[in-house]
């Protein structure tokens, strides 16, 4: 029930929000552009980026290029590089969103190594938002994407035959972190696999516009057809250039059942900062998982109009990438909650 005291707490913590939100951006505005990145693949990613963002080019460009940094790792589970569904097939998923509220996506797509970018040409080249599977395919190749082999990298397909022994599906937490190897090295489980990976990127560029990308290979040794949040706009990335943009990481499945992306930008047009808007999210999953919620990792990251920025995470280990110049690129160490 929403008593009287919790409605003068929630106005006190909005009203601290829109404070912050004015102190700060009124310093962060000199400091256009600015790029973040989950998990510390998001370094190089950030890089990628910054080449565009420093010349002055569009938010969308970079979130595209940046992630694509990513995509074309072999050392990393985003992209055809990553581990496989149980059986035996790279399937990919990814989003992106400009600052006038267009979007695209693809999802389960095979063979393709940019999905990120055919993800953009649906969004510029289609009346539609989304493809998958097949359809997603023959786009992507009418478009003059190659049709990539078939075959597992060789990291993948080690991992895959010491899954098989024993085909137990377990997500595990913070298992997209790489855990002090560097930016690219497989994230390793227990048993030396590594289980699975997202890069979610927000720009704001000179002009003050935003953008947002979502890549992934999704969940190691999921079932055949599983999708997660990365490719749904409004759960795993969602971005309004009044108010501000989010990408989420971690457990899709929880951000999908509360629309993650959406509500932390909601929460920030009601005048919460980022990371307080992330954190308010994160409560939410938190509050109807109960003690389930130790078992998980979910984590956002925010970026507002004014180029404020933030992350919440579910449990510690989550970190993100910052860049807003050609040196300053840096990790975060995210706040959390449990």
Same mark, same amino acid.
């Given at each position: 029930?929403?008593?009287? #005291?919790r ?12 404070l ?5 951006a ?14 510390? &693949?998001?370094?190089n ?5 910054? *080449?565009?963002?420093r ?8 979130v595209?290029?940046g +992630?694509? +940094?990513?995509?074309n ?12 569904d ?7 998923d ?5 600052e006038?509220g267009?979007?695209?996506?693809? &999802?389960?797509?095979e063979?393709?190594?940019h999905?990120?970018?055919?993800a ?12 998958v ?17 078939q075959a597992l990298?060789?990291d ?18 913070n298992?997209? #972190? ?13 048993d ?31 079932? #055949? ?10 759960a ?5 250039n ?6 989420a ?5 929880? +951000? ?35 003690? *389930?919620?130790r078992?998980?990792? +979910?984590a ?12 919440y995470c ?15 690129? #840096? ?8």
């Amino acid at each position: 029930m929403f008593t009287r #005291r919790r409605f003068l707490q929630a106005g006190s913590l909005s009203i601290g929000s829109l404070l912050a939100n004015s102190v700060q951006a009124a310093a962060n505005k000199k400091n256009l552009p600015l790029v973040i990145s989950t998990w510390d &693949a998001g370094i190089n990613a950030n890089k990628g980026a910054w *080449k565009v963002l420093r010349n002055g080019g569009r938010a969308l460009d970079a979130v595209e290029q940046g +992630v694509m +940094v990513t995509e074309n790792e072999t050392g990393c589970c985003v992209g055809l590089a990553g581990n496989p569904d149980r059986d035996g097939f790279v399937t990919l998923d990814a989003s992106i969103m400009d600052e006038h509220g267009n979007c695209g996506a693809v &999802a389960f797509l095979e063979r393709i190594k940019h999905p990120i970018s055919v993800a953009r040409r649906v969004m510029e080249k289609t009346p539609h938002v989304f493809l998958v599977g097949q359809g997603a395919q023959q786009f992507a190749l009418s478009e003059g994407f190659p049709l990539e082999p078939q075959a597992l990298s060789k990291d993948a397909a080690k991992a895959y035959s010491e899954w098989l022994k024993t085909s137990e599906y377990k997500p595990q937490v913070n298992v997209e #972190r790489t855990k002090g190897l560097s930016a690219f090295a497989p994230n390793k489980l227990s048993d030396g696999s590594w289980n699975h990976d997202t890069i979610g990127m927000l720009a704001i560029d000179k002009k003050g516009n935003l953008s947002g990308s979502c890549t992934t290979s999704g969940m190691a040794f999921k079932m #055949r057809g599983r999708l997660g949040d990365s490719p749904l706009i409004g759960a795993g990335l969602f971005v309004d250039n009044e108010a501000g943009a989010c990408v989420a990481t971690g457990l899709g499945e929880e +951000v999908i059942k509360i629309a993650g992306s959406h509500l932390v930008v909601e929460f920030m047009r009601q005048g919460y900062t980022p990371e307080n808007a992330c954190r308010l999210a994160i409560q939410r999953i938190i509050k109807r998982n109960g003690p *389930k919620a130790r078992d998980m990792q +979910v984590a956002f990251i925010a970026l507002n109009k004014a180029g404020l920025h933030g992350a919440y995470c579910v449990q510690k280990g989550f970190q993100y990438a910052v860049c807003s110049s050609d040196t300053n690129n #840096r990790l975060i160490d995210a706040k959390y909650a449990l």
